[in-house]
């Protein structure tokens, strides 16, 4: 897996999360803002996860929480096409991300 990718996808979840929520719905825009921030947190544990595998497995787990929370917000938040896709590669980079702790980390 690149790490180019997860870059790339923080990114557009950054600028393209707050724009989701409902107008009027600060409950929404303060989770979607949430969610980007874990991400992005997320995201930096991973660039400085260490060279041991523990410690990349633990900075792969911290990042699948984020992104099962992220794409709960995204769920509750999001409307129509925008939200089955950002729901979507949410899901799909955290399943990435349980792979690779199923193949390479122990305890899975």
């Known amino acids: 897996m690149s790490r180019k990718r997860p870059a790339t996808f923080g990114a557009l979840l950054i600028f393209a999360g707050p724009a989701l929520a409902a107008p009027g719905d600060e409950l929404c825009k303060r989770d ?12 930096r544990s991973l660039e400085m996860g260490g060279t041991k595998p523990e410690e990349q497995c633990a900075a ?14 995204y769920g509750r938040c999001g409307e129509g096409a925008v939200k089955a896709r950002k729901t979507a590669e949410l899901n799909s980079s ?3 991300f349980q792979r690779l702790i199923g193949e390479r980390c122990k305890g899975k």
């Open 94 to 96: 955290a399943a990435d």
């Open 32 to 43: 979607l803002f949430m969610a980007d921030a874990g991400i992005s947190g997320s995201y």
């Open 60 to 73: 792969w787990r911290r990042h699948v929480e984020a992104l099962k929370k992220a794409s709960a917000a």
